[in-house]
């Protein structure tokens, strides 16, 4: 199988693309830095500039899949300007792919995989969000991701298999949150935000690409949360981080007030709350390496972590 990869560079990117190679496929991807591309038998860059709309085409040859992962990230501070990058950078890139597919008729892409965000659920601390919930949380995010999954629903008509997985807090030591939550903890400033009762529906980079490749592999379509089975409270992350960092957690809860003036609105994503189901991809048969945040940190970093499983109650010593 040859996939077709943006924001392949990125995170989530990296990782799915060093499990392509695992399993033997192929990877085309699409950059907007012309000194990133490469050119090997498995792994060859295309160069493409959404905002103008320029692509080169070539980077559909022989390919099946397409899975998107491109999108500016959401932690900045959200300045007028900057919300609409937001925007543009799903909507544009979205589009430029579907035109290219439309102009190219002799393509063999059948499936379009995309990222999307469990930012849509809204904010609640009781509520267990599964895929089918209709509400939109009316926030920022939950704008972005409705412009961003209606998009992604034209491909539709191109007679193309979709599907779409809404990702929760990836943790991996390269990038994304945890290296920046893990941080003030190193230096024992770590705390909770808020009243830390927020939950926060995490998944480790690995169990992540899996999922994409996952639904690539059996060609599922519909919507799928990328989270792990077990979410967390704000309180009980900043713990286990500490635990796995062996450092003491003494400082009191950051307030509201405090990261709203440091942050401005992008402060919002710290305090939402959204406890996320992951039962739909588990029953397609996905099964994941890591379902507790204390075994997931384990691996991260390299330590022998204790974790209690919920069902039984017993202590089990995961080593990474």
């Known amino acids: 199988m040859k996939v077709l990869i943006t924001g392949a560079t990125g995170l989530v990117g990296s990782e799915l693309v060093s499990q392509c190679h695992d399993i033997g496929y192929s990877v085309n991807y699409l950059t907007t830095r012309k000194n990133k591309i490469v050119s090997k038998d498995n792994y060859q860059g295309y160069f493409w500039n959404p905002s103008t709309g320029e692509i080169d085409s070539k980077c559909l040859d022989g390919v099946s899949v397409i899975i998107n992962l491109a999108g500016s990230s959401i932690s900045k501070r959200w300045t007028s300007s900057y919300k609409k990058e937001i925007i543009d950078s799903r909507v544009n890139t979205l589009e430029l792919l579907r035109k290219t597919l439309l102009e190219n008729e002799s393509h063999t892409v059948t ?7 469990i930012g849509i659920y809204p904010d609640s601390l009781s509520n267990y969000y599964t895929e089918n919930e209709e509400k939109v949380d009316d926030s920022f995010l939950g704008k972005v991701v409705t412009i961003w999954e209606n ?3 034209e491909f539709k008509s191109l007679g193309l298999s979709v599907a779409k997985v809404r990702i929760g807090l990836v943790m991996s030591k390269n990038g994304g949150a945890l290296p920046e939550m893990a941080k003030p903890v190193k230096y024992y400033v770590g705390a909770a935000f808020g009243s830390g009762e927020q939950w926060q529906s995490w998944i ?3 169990d992540l690409a899996g999922i994409f490749l996952h639904i690539a592999k059996y060609n599922l379509k519909g919507t799928y949360n990328g989270v792990a089975p077990n979410p967390v409270t704000n309180l009980k992350l900043v713990k286990e981080i500490a635990k796995a960092l062996d450092q003491p957690l003494f400082m009191p809860n950051v307030p509201k007030f405090v990261m709203y003036t440091v942050l401005g609105k992008m402060a919002y994503i710290l305090f939402a709350s959204q406890r996320v189901s992951s039962k739909k991809i588990e029953e397609e048969g996905f099964i994941f390496h890591y379902v507790n945040i204390c075994q997931a940190l ?19 010593q995961f080593v990474s």
């Open 204 to 206: 480790h980079v690995t």
């Open 298 to 316: 384990g691996a991260i970093y390299n330590t022998n972590t204790a974790c209690v499983d919920a069902k039984s109650n017993v202590t089990k």
């Open 111 to 117: 499936s379009l995989i995309s990222a999307s965000a």
């Open 151 to 153: 998009k992604i629903n």
